[in-house]
C-alpha cells in the first residue's frame, strides 16, 4: 500500500520520562539493554515489558515532506482499516504514550544478540526465556515500579512470553501474547509436515541484522522431522500459572492460530481468557476494543482494581471479510455445546449419509485438485476447529503435501475472508498434511483435532490407499440459507503467490510430478466433521 492507513502522532511534551539503553545484566552476565517510558514524578507504577529481536530503536521517522514513516511491513502488506500508535512505538511492541497515559510504565527490550544488546541470540531457546525472567526481575525491581510486571505484544513479542512465563519469574503478574504461536514446528514452520517456503524466507532476512546461534530457515530444511531440537522450542505450557489474556485470531492460520488457542487451551493458569476475531492483525490490536479489554485485564492483575474479569472466551462470528454478525461471550473452547457433524465425501457432494458404494477422483498434484460442496438449507453457524479424513493413492510419486481448505459460497461467489499477511480472501479454514508423515500422535489427538506426530516418514508404495486425517484451523462463520459450505483438496498451496492477487508471501513445497487419487465408500470412509452450533 502506497499510503497505508496509518497514524502515527509525537507524545505530547512532558508526559513522560524517557531512559534509553539502560543496561540490564542477565544471570550469565551478559549485558541486554532496554528502554523505559514512565510516567513523571515518584509515583511507582506498574510495568508493560515487550521483548524481540526487531531493535527496540527502529521507531518511526518523519520524512522530508512531514509524513511519518514507520515498518515497512505496514505498506507491503494489505491492512483492514486505520492503525494509531505514537512515534515511540516499535514493530508489534504496545505502545508507549497510550500506556503511560493510562498510568503504567513500558519497558521495550532488545533480546539477546539484537538491537543494542549484547551477546548471541537463540530464537525460541530456553535461554530466551531465562533472559526474559530476568528482565522482568530487573523491571520489578525499579524505584519506580510498583513489581507488578506484565508481557505484551504481537507475533514474536507474544511468542517469547510462553518460555518465560513458564519460568515463573515472581515479578511477572500477568502476560498477554497478542497472535502468537506455541509449537513452532506445527504452527508455521512444517504444519502437518509440510514446509513453509515463503514467509520464512523473508523473516529470516530480517534477522540477519541479529546475531544468532542458528537460523530457523535452515534447521527447518535440516530437520523435516521432529527431533530433540524441535521439542527444544517447545514452551512448558502447563508450567505457566499467572492470569493470561491471549489473542487467538482466526485470520491468521498460516502463523498464529493454532498455537495461540492451544497455548489457552494447555496453560496452567487458572485466569485465562480467549480473545477471537477475524480482523487485521495491527488494526485490531491497536484498535479501542483490544486497547480496553488489556486495560482491564492488567487494571485487574496489575494493580488490584475491582474490575469484573474478562469473559472466559470473546466469541467473534463473521459471515464475510467485513461483516460482524455477532460478538458474544462463551464459557469455553471449544464451545459446551457444539454438535460435530460429519459429512460425507460422496460423488454428489458433502452428504449428510454415508455412501452406499465406493467412489474417487484422481487430480495432478502440481496442478489439479478436487472438491466437495454442501448448500446448506437453512442458517447455520460453524465455530471451532475441523477435522478431514481421507483415503489417499499417489501414482508416480510415493508422497504428497496435501492442503485442503473450507470454502463459502455465496449464489455461486466465493466469500474471501481475512487471512495472513493481510490476504483478504482468504478461506474459512486451511489445513496441511505431508501423507509420509501421517502417522497421528494419539495421545495428543482428539476426533475434531487430529495430531501428526511427525516422527517417522512411511512414503506409500504403488496401489496402496492409505487414511489420512488432516486438522483444519479453527474459525467462527455464519453460512445463510443457500450458502455453501465447500471442501478443496490439492497437492499444493491454494492461493496465488502474486503479490497483488495472492497471499504473498505465503508458499509450500510443491511436488513437481504424479497424481493423487482420493477413494471414500462403505470400506472407506471420508468424511469432514464440523462443529456445527446450535441456536440457543
Given at each position: ?75 507491503i502488506l494489505r491492512q483492514t482499516g486505520q492503525i494509531r500508535f505514537s512515534s515511540l512505538t516499535t514493530w508489534e511492541a504496545p505502545d508507549p504514550a497510550w500506556w503511560v497515559g493510562h498510568g503504567y510504565a513500558v519497558v521495550n527490550c532488545d533480546l539477546r544478540g539484537a538491537g543494542t544488546s549484547d551477546g548471541v541470540g537463540a530464537l525460541m531457546s530456553d535461554q530466551e526465556g531465562e533472559d526474559i525472567h530476568d528482565l522482568v526481575e530487573w523491571a520489578g525491581a525499579q524505584p519506580w515500579s510498583t513489581g507488578a510486571v506484565a508481557l505484551l505484544g504481537v507475533s514474536y513479542l507474544a511468542l517469547s512470553q510462553w518460555k518465560a512465563a513458564a519460568t515463573r519469574p515472581p ?366
Amino acid at each position: 500500500m502506497i499510503r497505508p492507513p496509518l497514524s502515527v502522532h509525537p507524545p505530547a511534551p512532558g508526559s513522560m520520562v524517557i531512559e534509553n539503553d539502560r543496561p540490564v545484566t542477565t544471570r550469565d552476565g551478559t549485558v541486554l539493554r532496554v528502554n523505559v517510558y514512565r510516567p513523571p514524578g515518584d509515583a511507582r507504577v506498574p510495568v508493560i515489558m515487550a521483548a524481540h529481536p526487531y531493535g527496540k530503536d527502529r521507531l518511526p521517522t518523519m520524512t522530508r515532506t512531514g509524513r511519518w514513516k514507520a515498518s515497512p511491513q505496514y505498506r507491503i502488506l494489505r491492512q483492514t482499516g486505520q492503525i494509531r500508535f505514537s512515534s515511540l512505538t516499535t514493530w508489534e511492541a504496545p505502545d508507549p504514550a497510550w500506556w503511560v497515559g493510562h498510568g503504567y510504565a513500558v519497558v521495550n527490550c532488545d533480546l539477546r544478540g539484537a538491537g543494542t544488546s549484547d551477546g548471541v541470540g537463540a530464537l525460541m531457546s530456553d535461554q530466551e526465556g531465562e533472559d526474559i525472567h530476568d528482565l522482568v526481575e530487573w523491571a520489578g525491581a525499579q524505584p519506580w515500579s510498583t513489581g507488578a510486571v506484565a508481557l505484551l505484544g504481537v507475533s514474536y513479542l507474544a511468542l517469547s512470553q510462553w518460555k518465560a512465563a513458564a519460568t515463573r519469574p515472581p515479578s511477572l503478574k500477568a502476560i498477554c501474547p497478542w497472535e502468537g504461536f506455541s509449537n513452532a514446528y506445527r504452527g508455521l514452520l512444517r504444519p502437518g509436515g509440510v514446509p513453509e517456503t515463503g514467509f520464512l524466507k523473508l523473516w529470516n532476512l530480517g534477522m540477519r541484522r541479529t546475531r544468532q546461534q542458528y537460523s530457523l530457515l535452515t534447521e527447518s530444511a535440516r530437520r523435516p522431522v521432529i527431533d530433540d531440537w524441535w521439542r527444544s522450542l517447545d514452551p512448558d505450557l502447563p508450567r505457566i500459572e499467572v492470569p493470561a489474556l491471549i489473542c487467538g485470531s482466526f485470520s491468521d492460520n498460516n502463523l498464529h492460530s493454532r498455537g495461540s488457542v492451544a497455548g489457552f487451551e494447555h496453560i496452567g493458569s487458572a485466569e485465562r481468557h480467549l480473545y477471537t476475531h477475524r480482523g487485521g492483525k495491527w488494526a485490531t490490536f491497536y484498535a479501542n476494543d483490544a486497547l480496553t479489554a488489556q486495560l482491564q485485564f492488567f487494571d485487574r492483575h496489575l494493580r488490584g482494581a475491582d474490575v469484573p474479569p474478562l469473559p472466559r472466551v470473546r466469541l467473534e462470528v463473521r459471515d464475510r471479510a467485513d461483516h460482524v454478525v455477532e460478538v458474544r461471550s462463551e464459557p469455553a473452547w471449544p464451545l459446551e455445546r457444539t454438535l460435530w457433524t460429519p459429512r460425507h465425501l460422496t460423488a454428489e457432494g458433502l452428504a449428510d449419509h454415508a455412501p452406499a458404494t465406493a467412489g474417487s477422483i484422481t487430480f495432478d498434484v502440481r496442478r489439479g485438485g478436487a472438491r466437495f460442496g454442501w448448500t446448506v438449507r437453512e442458517e447455520i453457524e460453524l465455530t471451532g476447529p475441523m477435522a478431514l479424513r481421507l483415503w489417499v493413492e499417489v501414482a508416480g510419486t510415493d508422497d504428497v503435501d496435501l492442503v485442503v481448505g473450507v470454502e463459502k459460497w455465496s449464489r455461486g461467489r466465493y466469500v474471501g475472508f481475512e487471512g495472513s499477511y493481510g490476504y483478504g480472501r482468504d478461506r474459512v479454514a486451511t489445513g496441511w498434511q505431508n501423507v509420509a508423515l501421517r502417522e497421528l500422535d494419539e495421545q495428543r489427538s482428539r476426533p475434531f483435532e487430529p495430531v501428526p506426530a511427525c516422527l517417522t516418514r512411511k512414503p506409500l508404495a504403488a496401489g496402496q490407499v492409505v487414511p489420512v486425517d488432516i486438522a483444519l484451523g479453527a474459525s467462527s462463520t455464519l453460512f445463510h440459507a443457500g450458502d455453501q459450505v465447500r471442501l478443496v483438496v490439492a497437492g499444493r498451496w491454494l492461493s496465488p503467490r502474486n503479490p497483488l492477487t495472492g497471499q504473498f508471501p505465503a508458499a509450500y513445497r510443491t511436488r513437481r510430478r504424479g497424481t493423487c487419487t482420493l477413494h471414500w465408500g462403505p470400506e472407506r470412509p471420508a468424511d469432514l466433521l464440523l462443529p456445527v452450533i446450535p441456536k440457543f
